[in-house]
């Protein structure tokens, strides 16, 4: 990402911290950034655009602070996977995040819900190989369970407190509780083996949709379009720009998306009907 946009993002994440998420407009950040309308649209081709950016610089940051923690150190450690959780709640205050998947998830955006979803079964996940490494492979099956628990009792923690009292929560502690609790948890799921998501793992589907690459896509675009045999169809145009679109150095998001229905739809009856779906079905995995 060039500087330029960089500097839209930082100067979003100030005025959301200052201002509050619900209460900026989009215009209001061009005017904190000093720059044209035209000069936004030209940098993000809408607002679902512009926050996905948004929110992958927030992953990033997470993903750095966290990569760095564990660096050299027993990834059993539990001290570690404290202070790892801790960084995703930091990120998550100082990004502003809550208020934006609040609005995002219960919204119809089809552009930034599922990006949402995908982002929290990803953070599922996470959680859920983390609790592999410190409780052994014998975790293994209950995994997912646990995860999705531990999930829940933070954020509900973290709520009934912001509620009910105004006295600032000591974060660190309130993650060890939990953690201390997870202890007991598993133990009991191992020994009574009661489990309710009996067969979903959501280590399988972050690894499912990590294994959709854009190359892959690519890929699959050229054999379809070596199949035209040169016939300069619609369906081959079609298939052209959005490998132009994938290949380019930041490819628009916002039409890619509103680009699959047309696609979708000129394949409809042909013989290539099956293989545009499949790669259909790739591009929503990739772009989310």
Not at 8 to 34: H, M, N, P, R, W
Not at 106 to 134: C, G, N, V
Not at 280 to 286: A, D, E, G, V
Request: charged share 25%; proline share 2%; glycine share 2%.
């Amino acid at each position: 990402m060039n500087l330029r946009k960089q500097n839209v993002i930082l100067t979003a994440k100030q005025l959301f911290a200052s201002k509050g998420y619900s209460t900026s407009s989009i215009q209001d950040i061009i005017d904190e950034c000093g720059i044209s309308k035209g000069t936004f649209y030209n940098y993000f081709a809408s607002k679902s655009e512009f926050l996905i950016a948004y929110l992958n610089t927030a992953k990033e940051e997470e993903f750095r602070r966290r990569d760095a923690l564990i660096y050299e150190h027993d990834q059993a450690n539990k001290d570690i996977f404290v202070k790892q959780i801790l960084i995703r709640i930091e990120v998550m205050h100082e990004f502003t995040l809550r208020a934006i998947h609040e609005e995002a998830f219960h919204s119809e955006d089809p552009i930034l819900k599922p990006y949402i979803i995908k982002r929290f079964i990803e953070e599922l996940s996470w959680l859920a190989d983390r609790l592999i490494q410190i409780y052994g492979d014998k975790s293994q099956p209950y995994a997912s369970d646990s995860a999705i628990l531990m999930y829940g009792m933070i954020q509900n923690l973290l709520y009934v407190w912001s509620a009910l009292t105004k006295k600032q929560v000591n974060l660190t502690l309130l993650v060890q509780y939990v953690v201390r609790r997870m202890d007991t948890i598993i133990d009991d799921l191992m020994k009574s083996n009661d489990l309710f998501l009996h067969n979903i793992e959501l280590t399988s589907l972050d690894k499912n949709t990590k294994n959709i690459t854009k190359d892959k896509i690519v890929k699959n675009l050229t054999v379809l379009k070596q199949s035209f045999g040169g016939s300069d169809s619609v369906l081959q145009q079609h298939t052209e720009f959005i490998m132009e679109e994938l290949q380019s150095p930041e490819p628009r998001i916002h039409l890619l998306f509103s680009f699959i229905q047309a696609f979708k739809k000129v394949a409809k009856r042909t013989e290539y009907e099956n293989e545009v779906d499949l790669i259909i079905s790739q591009l929503k995995n990739f772009l989310n």
